[in-house]
């Protein structure tokens, strides 16, 4: 009769043990100290064809949630710019082009030479609201290598704090 009283204080002592961890747990989630969103780091991740010199993702209150990208190109050689676009949530968001050396858009057909930079710029409304969080946005450029070849698309996977 005595073997089923030891078999309970042992399950007995381990879903204590169990129920300690849980609310350890549950205490970190609450404070914030599990949060995924923390733990994420900031960067900027291109394909070959591209190179990410800096970023910024704003949503500031009351304004227009943007997020601005300054790449360069590393095809080697100039490259004809037809558009871009910026994807968040599932959602894509038009964008344009603007060569940072001289503050001219590139327009569609644009020469990129391989020395210039560009910034890019989404207006984005589903950062709105998004201040203080690590967010992750593509940024696509699609161009051709030469007047009227083959149509080419290097993406910008931005991950980064959205700042107020």
Not at 135 to 155: D, K, L, N, T, W
Request: overall charge neutral; glycine content about 12%; charged content about 15%.
């Amino acid at each position: 009769m005595r073997r089923g009283q030891a078999a309970l204080e042992f399950l007995t002592t381990y879903g204590w043990a169990i129920m300690v961890v849980l609310v350890m747990i549950g205490a970190l989630a609450y404070f914030g100290v599990l949060n995924p969103r923390i733990l994420i780091p900031s960067r900027c991740f291109t394909s070959p064809d591209l190179s990410c010199v800096d970023y910024q993702l704003a949503a500031p209150a009351g304004g227009t949630a943007t997020v601005s990208v300054i790449l360069g190109q590393g095809a080697g050689r100039t490259v004809y710019y037809d558009s871009v676009a910026c994807e968040h949530r599932g959602q894509s968001f038009p964008g344009s082009a603007t060569l940072r050396s001289s503050g001219q858009p590139l327009v569609q057909g644009g020469a990129w030479s391989p020395r210039e930079q560009v910034i890019i710029t989404c207006a984005v409304p589903t950062l709105e609201g998004t201040a203080g969080l690590k967010e992750r946005v593509g940024v696509s450029v699609v161009y051709q290598r030469s007047v009227g070849g083959f149509i080419h698309e290097a993406i910008a996977d931005v991950t980064g704090e959205v700042v107020g």
